[in-house]
C-alpha cells in the first residue's frame, strides 16, 4: 500500500496485557474524520474478547482508507483497506446512519481476523463461512451498541428487500453455491445477508452458551486451517451434541421458505394448536426442495396483552422438540416437516400469537391475522420486532387493499385504523416524550411504511404505479389528519444545545426528520418554510440531508424554489467533500417525482459526475436502480435502456461493478409482460455487445433464463 498518506494512532491493551497499536492512514484533507473509527475499533475489540472471547493477535493493526474502492472494506490481515465511505464520519458531513456503518464495517472487518483470517475458506463456493458469520457477528456487536431492536429491524428490511427478490429471481442461488463463473457475482446477498441469518439460526437453536461453546470449539479446531461450512457445522454439533444433518439443508437449497401457519383452539379442553406447513418454491437447477430444520420463536399472549408462561411451571405441557428460551416467555419450536402440529394445554382462553419473534428464520410467514388482532400486538407484543411486524403486516395489507381500489377504479379509501395506530405510536411519543421509557428509534421507524421494492417483492405480478400512488396516499392521509401531533413531535425532538452522538439523541433525531417527511406531504407553505429553515439552520448532516432530502421529494409548487436554492447551496458549500457530495447526488436519484429520470441523466454530464469513481456511480446511478422503483420501472422502458446504458459503458473500464448494478433487469419476473419484454430486451441488447466481460455475461444471461428452462430435464 502506498500513497501520500497521513495518520492518527492509538493503543489497545487486550485482555491478556497486550499492548497493540492502532493506525488509520488517510489522505491529509480526510485526516480530521477518522477519530470515530478509531473509537469502533477499540469497541469492536473489547467486544469480541467479551463475546467470543476472541483476543487480536498481533503488535500492530491498521486501516488505510482510499476514495476509489469497488467494495466497501476488504479485510487483509493486519491492515484492513476500506473505501472512504466506511471509515469517515464527522458531525457536519456525516448522517447519524452514516456513523452506524462506520462503526459496523470497521467492526466486520476486525471479526474478520479471526472469522476469516485465522480460520479461512478453503475454496470460494465457502465464502459465507466467513461471510455469513462475520455479518451475523457484526450485527450482534450494532445491536450491543444501539437499539437492539431496531438494528433487528433494520437487518430484516434489508434482508427483504435485498436478499429475497434475488433469491425469488433468475440468479437464485443458495449460500454455498454449486458453480460460478466469475466469484466476484457471489458477493452477494445471500452469500452474506442470508448466511448470517443461517447462522443465527444455529445460535437460536442453541442458546447462546452453547452457540458459544460451538464457536470455541470451532475457532479452536481450524485456527491456521483453511475450512468448509461443513467444518462449521460439524463444531456446533461436536461441541453440543446436537444433530444438524436436516439443517444443513440451508447450504445447499435455494429459495425463501413459506411457513403457512393456523390455529385452532378448543374451549372445553383448554388445549390451543398450532399447525405449521412449510414450502419452497422452485428456484434454478433446483425443482423440488425437502424440508427445512429451522427455529419458530413465539409466544401467546392472554387477552390483557401478557404472554402467557409457557416455561417453567408449564415445562411438562410444552410440546415434544420445544425449548423455552430462559430470558424471555418465548418458546421456540423445531420445525422439521411438511406439516405438523403443536398443541398447547392448559390455555385459559383463546390467545393471539406472536410467531417468528425476532423474526427467528429467513422466511415468509402467513398467518391469517385481523387487522384488529395486528392492532392489539402492535400495543402489547413484548417481543419489540413483532411488534414493528404487526404494524409492518397491517400498513402492507392497507396499501394491497388501496391497490386493489386503483386497479378496479374505486374509490381510495385509508382504514381508519391504520391512522390509529400510527396516532398512538405519536401520541406515546408525547406522552413520554422526556420520562425515557419509550424507544424513540423504534417509534420512528414504526412510522416507516415498506419501501416499494418490497411492497412488489409481496405481489404476484407488482403492478408498480398503484403501488405507489397507494403508499403515498397512505402517507398523504397520515400527514393531513395527523398534522397537530406530527408538529408536536418536531418541536418537542428538536436538538437542544450542542450536537451530541449517543443513542438518545440519535433516536430523537430519527423520529423529528421522520414527522418532517410526513409534514412535508401535503402542499403546505408554512411547512416548506420550517424545512428550509432547518436546512438552514441545521448543525449536523443527519437534519441537512432530511431537510434537502424532504425539500427534493415535494412536488409542493411552494417548495419548488426553494428546493433548487437548497441544491445549488448544498453543493458549493461541500464541493470539496466527496462523500457529502455522493449524498447530493444520491438524494436526487431517489425521488419518487415523475422528472427524475431525466435529472439523472442531466447529473450525469455535471462536472462532479465520474463513472470511475465507484463512490459516484453508486450514488447517481444504482440508487436510481435499486431504490426508485417507480421511475425505474416507468412504463415506456426508459429506465431500462438508461441502465443498460450505463452497464455497457461500465463494463469497458470496471465490469465488477457493471455486473453488480445490472441485477435490476433480471427481476424481471415480477413485472406485466409490457415491462418483462422490455428488461428482456435491453439484457439481449447488453449480451450482444462485443467483448463483454465474463463477469457481465455470467449476471446478464443467468437473468435473461427463465426459471422453468434451468429446471432439470425430466423422463
Ligand atoms: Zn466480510
Known sequence: MAGDLQHIEDKFVTQSGREVTLQIFTEAHNIDKVAYA????????????????????LDIFMIVAVESFNMGAMENKGLNIFN?????????????????????????????????????????????????????????????????????????????????????????????????????????ATVYEKGAEVVRMISTLLGPDRFRLGTDLYFDRHDGQAVTTEDFVKAMEDANDIDLSQFRLWYRQAGTPVLAISSDYDEGANTYTLHVEQACPATPGQESKEPFHLPLSLGLLDESGQDIALEENRRPACPEGAQASARKRDLVLNITQDKESFTFENIESNPIPSLLRGFSAPVKLEYDYTRDELMFLMSHDSDGFNRWEAGQRLAVDVIQEIVRQIQTGAEIVVDDRLVKACENNLNQAIEHDR??????????????????????????????????????????????????????VYKLNQDAGQYQLDAKAIARRSLKNMALSYLMQPNDTEMVSLCIQQFEKADNMTDTSAA???????????????????????????????????????????CPLPDTLQRVKTLMTHSAFDMKNPNR??????????????????????????????????DAINPQMAARILSPLTRWGKYDEQRQDLMKAELNRILETENLSENVFEVASKGLKPVEVLKPQSG
Request: aromatic fraction near 10%.
Open 38 to 57: 478509531m473509537t469502533s475499533l477499540k469497541n469492536a475489540m473489547a467486544w469480541d474478547e467479551k463475546v467470543y472471547g476472541r483476543e487480536y493477535d
Open 84 to 188: 472512504t465511505s466506511c471509515v469517515l464520519a464527522r458531525p457536519d458531513t456525516t448522517t447519524d446512519a452514516g456513523y452506524q456503518r462506520v462503526e459496523g464495517v470497521v467492526a466486520h472487518e476486525y471479526f474478520h481476523n479471526w472469522s476469516g483470517n485465522r480460520v479461512t475458506c478453503r475454496d470460494w463456493f465457502q465464502l459465507s463461512l466467513k461471510e455469513g458469520f462475520t455479518v451475523l457477528r457484526d450485527q450482534q456487536f450494532s445491536s450491543d451498541m444501539g437499539s437492539a431492536t431496531v438494528c433487528r429491524i433494520n437487518d430484516v428490511a434489508t434482508l427483504r428487500t435485498a436478499q429475497f427478490p434475488e433469491d425469488a429471481g433468475p440468479m437464485a442461488h443458495s449460500i454455498r453455491p454449486d458453480s460460478y463463473i466469475e466469484i466476484n457475482n457471489f458477493y452477494t
Open 435 to 488: 420520562d425515557g421509557s419509550i424507544d424513540k428509534a423504534m417509534i420512528a421507524t414504526m412510522l416507516v411504511m415498506s419501501q416499494e421494492t418490497y411492497l412488489a417483492e409481496l405481489a404476484k405480478v407488482a403492478d408498480v404505479d398503484a403501488i405507489h400512488q397507494a403508499r403515498e396516499a397512505v402517507r398523504g392521509e397520515i400527514a393531513t389528519r395527523l398534522k397537530g401531533l406530527l408538529l408536536s
Open 548 to 590: 434537502i432530502r424532504a425539500l427534493v421529494n415535494s412536488g409542493a409548487e411552494t417548495a419548488q424554489a426553494g428546493k433548487e436554492k437548497a441544491l445549488t447551496g448544498f453543493f458549493n458549500h461541500w464541493s470539496d467533500e466527496a462523500l457529502v457530495i455522493d449524498q447530493w447526488f444520491s438524494i436526487q436519484a431517489a
Open 617 to 650: 456511480m453508486r450514488s447517481l446511478v444504482s440508487t436510481f436502480a435499486f431504490q426508485n422503483n417507480v421511475n425505474f420501472h416507468q412504463r415506456n422502458g426508459g429506465g431500462y435502456v438508461f441502465l443498460a446504458d450505463r452497464v455497457i459503458e461500465l
